[in-house]
Structure formats: C-alpha cells, structure tokens
C-alpha cells in the first residue's frame, strides 16, 4: 500500500488492485477566497474524472463518530422486536429502522441482505411542510434504547449537513457559480443519515450483496465504512473496484442530481457493497438531497450548441420518492424500479 501526490489537495492511495482518490479539505472553509478556488478547481476535476472522492480532514469530530459506532453496534443488538417497534412501515414519513431484505436496488431482482436505520431532517407535525402533507418531511421515530442513540445521531446528522453543503459550495464555486449558490435550495432538504449492518454472508450458498449496484440520489453523499471493507465502486469500463477503509476519511460518491445539473459532465457514481464473508460489517451513509421542490435540470454554464439539454427536469422530491417506492417493500413495490442507498 502506498500513496503518491497528484496536486496541492489531491493525492492517490494505492490498495491491492484499487486507486482512489483522496482531497485534503483541511481548507474547505478557508477564508482566503484563493485557496478554496483552488481547492474546488481540484475537487471539480477530481468529481469529473472519477465520480466520487475520499474526503480526508473533513472536520467531522473523531469522538463524535467513535461514539456512533458505540452506540450503533447497541442498537443492532437490540432483541428483533424492539428494533420492529420502530419499523418504517409506522412512520408516515419514511423513518426508523428496516429489517434484512426490506430493500432492493435498482434492476436487482435480490433484497439486499442489511438491516438499517433511518433519520431525516427533524421537523415537528405543526411544520407548515408537514401540515401540506409535503412526503417525507416530518419528525423522526426513535428507539427507547439505547440512550445516547438519539442526541448522538443528531449531533452527526449536523455535522454531515454542515460538511456536505460547505462541499457543494465548493461545486458551485467551481462551476463559475456564487458559492452562496445552492444556499436557498438546501435549507430545508431531504438529506438521511443511515447506519446500517452488513451480516456475514460467507455461510450462504449464494455470494451475499449488502446492497445492489445503484447511483445516490442527490448531489453528493458520504459513507463511512466504520469496520471492514465492503464498499465497491464501478469504474468507466463497468469493472468493479474494492474501496478500501482509509483511516479518518469519508467516501464521497457524486449523486444523481449533479450529474443532471451538470448536464452529464460529472457522472453519479454507481457503487454496491458486498458483505464480508466471516465478518459483520457496519457503515454510515449520508445523503445530501436539496430541498423537496428544488427543481434539477441542467445549469445554463453547463449547455451550448454542442451539448443540448440531455436530462428532462424534475424535482429533488420526485426524484427521491420515486425511489423509495421502488425499493422499499412496504412502499408496494420493491421491484428495483429505483436507485437504493447504500
């Protein structure tokens, strides 16, 4: 294993047959309006070139995400029928906890083999949103137990919301755009966190998949692989690569609704994991979706006579809850007629 440099802010690390690249985003909110230009002139091309990064020096507190890996593993350990108390089924708005094979992704016929827990932003039932009955806006269903699961959710569901909108601000910046410019699109959005456990699947006849081969969502996301390797990413040629467990970074893969914003020249990552043969695996994932009816269609910098409009316009809502409904079993379909998180 080894590691070379690439630019000021980029380097790429080497792990058996996988390169990935790694941006150093100690600079991400310098106040010198030079370096986060250059920052985001070598992020842009990295996201261009490969679809997703490494985020190292990310800010996010270390004891913040040892205690949710704490806390995270107590709450897998709960017996069954506390964590289906909190079934997703029982939420009106698409929060709690889901079981193996709940979901399944795009085009894949198999449930994937995880077990999940989801959170979203924290509005109460008198939000004016919640009240129009906007889908998936509204408050979040918690566990009793364990204790500490709640307030240190929230405090990382913060610190990934701050990360992630600082990041596109960044892509804005690069884009020849206000940095400021997603600012109104983000202050109210459908970002999730999940945490999720992968079971061992080495004692299965069949190679077990923690989630199917699909693209996020959003404009960007991040993962945390918290224990083992798992993660996988398709390169451009459609062939697999493990992304390996660098200590203190977040993988970020380009989502869906980059991809359509930029008309194409930045592609969503397409990733599925694979779970360990002897080993369980836990991750955190982090899915920055701008607000409900925040509407995505290509960024005039990004059309000309040569390279017309390729994307029909739709809106951040739409686009996720469409998803939903064609993942999730208790959503009536679950025929992978949609993107799944990972």
Request: aromatic fraction near 10%; charge should be negative.
């Amino acid at each position: 294993m080894s590691s070379s440099s690439s630019g000021s802010f980029v380097r790429l690390h080497h792990s058996g047959n996988s390169t990935v690249p790694v941006v150093d985003l100690a600079h991400l909110r310098d106040p010198d309006p030079m370096i986060r230009t250059e920052l985001a002139d070598q992020l842009s091309d990295t996201c261009r070139k490969w679809g997703f990064f490494y985020a190292e020096n990310h800010g996010v507190p270390d004891a913040l995400l040892q205690r949710t890996r704490s806390t995270v593993d107590e709450f897998f350990a709960l017996p069954q029928g506390k964590k289906n108390a909190i079934h997703i089924s029982k939420s009106a708005y698409h929060r709690g906890y889901f079981p193996e094979y709940e979901e399944n992704a795009l085009g894949n016929d198999e449930k994937d083999l995880k077990e999940g827990f989801d959170m979203a932003l924290e509005l109460p039932e008198e939000d004016p949103a919640v009240l129009a009955g906007v889908p998936c806006y509204g408050p979040n269903t918690w566990p009793s137990e364990p204790v500490d699961f709640r307030p240190t959710l929230q405090s990382l569901y913060s610190e990934l919301r701050s990360f992630c909108a600082a990041v596109v601000g960044l892509f804005a910046r690069s884009f020849g755009l206000p940095e400021e410019f997603f600012v109104p699109h983000i202050d109210k959005p459908m970002c999730q966190l999940r945490v999720v456990r992968y079971p061992a699947g080495g004692e299965l006849s069949v190679p077990s998949t923690g989630c199917g081969a699909h693209t996020d969502y959003g404009l960007v996301s991040t993962i945390w692989q918290m224990d083992y390797e798992g993660l996988e990413i398709q390169q451009s040629d459609e062939t697999w690569i493990s992304a390996p467990v660098i200590e203190d970074t977040l993988v970020c893969p380009i989502g869906d609704a980059t991809e359509i914003l930029t008309n194409g020249t930045w592609h969503a990552t397409v990733h599925r994991v694979i779970n360990h043969p002897t080993a369980v695996r836990h991750a955190t994932a982090f899915f920055f979706d701008p607000n409900y009816d925040y509407l995505i269609s290509p960024l005039d910098v990004f059309i000309s006579p040569e390279h017309s409009s390729a994307y029909m316009p739709t809106t951040m809502g739409e686009h996720v809850t469409s998803g939903f409904d064609g993942t999730f079993a208790y959503r009536g379909s679950a025929r992978g007629e949609g993107s799944a998180h990972v």
